[in-house]
């Protein structure tokens, strides 16, 4: 009941979220990108994309943090919310341009943003949940989050790449493509849901002040 009475603000996170899980899991297919658009080979290729992930991962989710932080100290009561949004869309113009990059050397310049943002998306976006549920369901509702955002970005990352590599445009050199596809049309439909959630987003966040002033 909650959930349904409240379905703009939830509908916008659950599915501008899971932009940023689908675009995340369909980097499965990125040492394969390396491999047969660069040239390089699958291990070197994993090590580029590992290293990245391992060092701006975690930096992006300390950042994202602390700038929901500071934001809300100045009194913006949606401040998750915010840094998710705004991370979601400067993350955006890298992971479109990385498909497309003319050698590898590029591609891991531009991978980095990409992690970073994607981090900080990731982890403002379960504070920005969190922060409007009644700690009473809390753990439910960060449950039911968990598992719609993890489902859709496997269901549709990894397999959207390969199929439309497979079926669409019917080459294995053009991989690259289909993860910029993917990455463009989940990421349009991401920007448009998470602007729309921007006014439900204020009122649950203000409603939910209360609660946390008592």
């Given at each position: 009941q ?5 379905w703009r ?11 940023v899980?689908t675009v ?28 990245v992930?391992a060092?701006f ?5 300390v ?24 991370s979601?869309?400067?993350?955006l113009?890298?992971a479109?341009?990385l498909?497309l ?7 891991v310049?531009?991978l980095?943003?990409?992690i970073?943002g994607?981090?900080?998306a990731?982890?403002?976006s379960?504070?920005?949940m969190v ?5 009473e369901f809390?753990?439910q509702?960060?449950?039911?989050y968990?598992l719609v955002i993890?489902?859709?970005?496997l ?7 390969a199929m439309?590599t497979?079926?669409v ?8 493509y ?7 049309g ?7 849901v ?9 009122k649950s966040s203000?409603?939910?002040e ?5």
């Open positions: 909650f959930l349904r009475t409240r603000t939830f509908g916008a996170l659950f599915l501008g979220n899971s932009v899980t995340g899991y369909s980097y499965f297919w990125l040492p394969t990108v390396f491999q047969r658009t660069w040239g390089i080979e699958a291990a070197q290729a994993g090590i580029y994309y590992g290293g992930l060092i991962g975690p930096v992006g989710v950042s994202g943090a602390k700038l929901s932080e500071r934001l809300y100290q100045r009194g913006r009561h949606d401040a998750p919310y915010t840094i998710f949004m705004v979601v869309i400067g993350t113009p890298f479109i341009a498909p990059a003319a050698n590898a050397t590029l591609a310049v531009l980095i943003p990409t970073f994607l981090a900080v990731s982890a403002t379960s504070a920005a922060h409007i549920a009644p700690a809390r753990a509702l960060s449950a039911i968990l993890s489902l859709i970005g269901f549709v990352g990894p397999p959207s790449v439309l497979d079926y445009f019917r080459d294995e050199m053009m991989i690259r289909s993860l910029l596809t993917v990455t463009i989940i990421g349009t439909l991401g920007v448009v998470l602007l729309s959630g921007i006014r439900p987003y204020l203000q409603e939910a209360g609660w946390h002033t008592r």
